[in-house]
């Protein structure tokens, strides 16, 4: 069975096709810069290629791209669309509304729109995606995978602020948490590892970054909150932060309130401390140069990743094991090793040679301790397409 994966963001279209058998990858890239003058399209499947020189005006025009590259004679996978048995959408914020994935009936795609004011910037393109694919593909079955279900199960002393109870039912005010699918792909893995549920925490760290708590197998806590600016320190959000700051800066800088959210969002995180950039490649770079500001960036991301981790050690009544996960997570011994000192009051020991040299895109056990410590790749296509397949099996 192929199912076909899509990502749709403002000005972007990716894509993966993925024969869920074999639950590989047979086709995947990304419709760029849609609706700009000129339109870029990534390919990679029998045969890669990219076009700098496209027009696509809409997502309409994206998933028709999409589609033509998977038929192309050259490098296209498939004969005909009807070899695509279902689409696996996803859609960053399913609100209070929905507790799991979902087939997008007219029903449930009323729901995600009435959920737009949660997510204002990725929700819309998620719809236009969903309806474009639709158009493009009515006869087989589109399932909706949020960002935001995994994270559902977390109980309500944990996702409430302390505001007025009467604005948060009115405004729906609560944490719901993100990356999702990321973080249950991980606690999938740790299950196999251990062919059991234990006592998990979660480090997805990336430009986006967020860590969660899970017991049972299933989410108690998580960083991020009612929007992805709350928890860690990120490329350029500035995580956890006095709610105060948003008053002050609009007093003092004369700043919007819109103003105060971008600057926040985009402005800040380890790109605002540092100066230099939101990668930690290139900060890594210029904190061994001498740039103490960047060096500073990522003692702090990594000082509130350790915080994160012990706080929740303590809500799980104690830790078995320790995931990273996300670029970072997966890719950056130098950010890993910074935040490992501290750990050893939760029995985490981990051999610096390990954590050097672990080997890229597998899983690899880096601790000698009681308290295990892995890289686990992440995934969150494939949990997608799971997902889809679960649902549209129905």
Do not use: W
Request: some cysteine.
């Amino acid at each position: 069975m192929k199912v076909l994966v899509i990502n749709a963001g403002s000005s972007s279209l990716k894509y993966q096709l993925i024969e869920t058998e074999t639950e590989t990858a047979v086709a995947k890239g990304v419709v760029d810069r849609v609706g700009q003058k000129v339109s870029v399209i990534d390919h990679k499947g029998k045969k890669s290629f990219r076009d700098e020189k496209a027009k696509i005006p809409t997502h309409k025009e994206a998933v028709k791209a999409v589609l033509d590259a998977l038929l192309h004679k050259e490098h296209g996978v498939i004969h005909a669309v009807s070899e695509i048995c279902a689409v696996g959408h996803r859609v960053v914020h399913g609100g209070e509304d929905f507790t799991e994935s979902a087939l997008i009936t007219p029903n449930c795609l009323k729901k995600i729109e009435d959920n737009t004011d949660l997510a204002p910037l990725h929700q819309p393109a998620n719809i236009i995606g969903i309806k474009a694919c639709k158009e493009a593909m009515p006869s087989v079955p589109h399932v909706a995978v949020f960002d935001t279900t995994f994270h559902s199960s977390i109980p309500d002393y944990a996702y409430m602020y302390a505001i007025p109870y009467e604005d948060y039912k009115k405004y729906r005010l609560r944490k719901y948490g993100f990356h999702g699918t990321s973080h249950m792909f991980i606690a999938g893995e740790v299950n196999k590892i251990y062919g059991k549920n234990v006592n998990t925490i979660i480090c997805h760290l990336g430009n986006g970054a967020s860590i969660s708590a899970i017991k049972d197998g299933k989410c108690i806590d998580t960083s991020m909150g009612l929007t992805p600016l709350e928890g860690l320190i990120m490329g350029t959000r500035s995580g956890d932060i006095d709610a105060a700051v948003v008053g002050f800066l609009c007093d003092k800088a004369k700043m919007t309130v819109k103003q105060v959210t971008e600057y926040l969002n985009k402005k800040s995180g380890v790109l605002g401390v540092s100066g230099v950039s939101s990668d930690f490649r290139d900060l890594q770079q210029a904190a061994t140069e001498g740039n103490t500001r960047a060096n500073l960036a990522i003692e702090m991301f990594a000082y509130h990743v350790k915080k994160y981790i012990g706080s929740y050690a303590v809500a799980l009544g104690g830790v078995d094991c320790i995931v990273f996960t996300g670029g970072i997570g997966e890719h950056n011994p130098k950010v890993r090793e910074r935040i490992f000192p501290g750990l050893e009051a939760l029995g985490v020991e981990v051999s610096l040679e390990k954590n050097e040299n672990a080997p890229r895109g597998e899983i690899a056990k880096l601790s000698t301790g009681k308290t295990d410590v892995y890289i686990i790749p992440t995934n969150e296509e494939l949990v997608i397409a799971r997902e889809t397949v679960r649902l549209a099996a129905k």
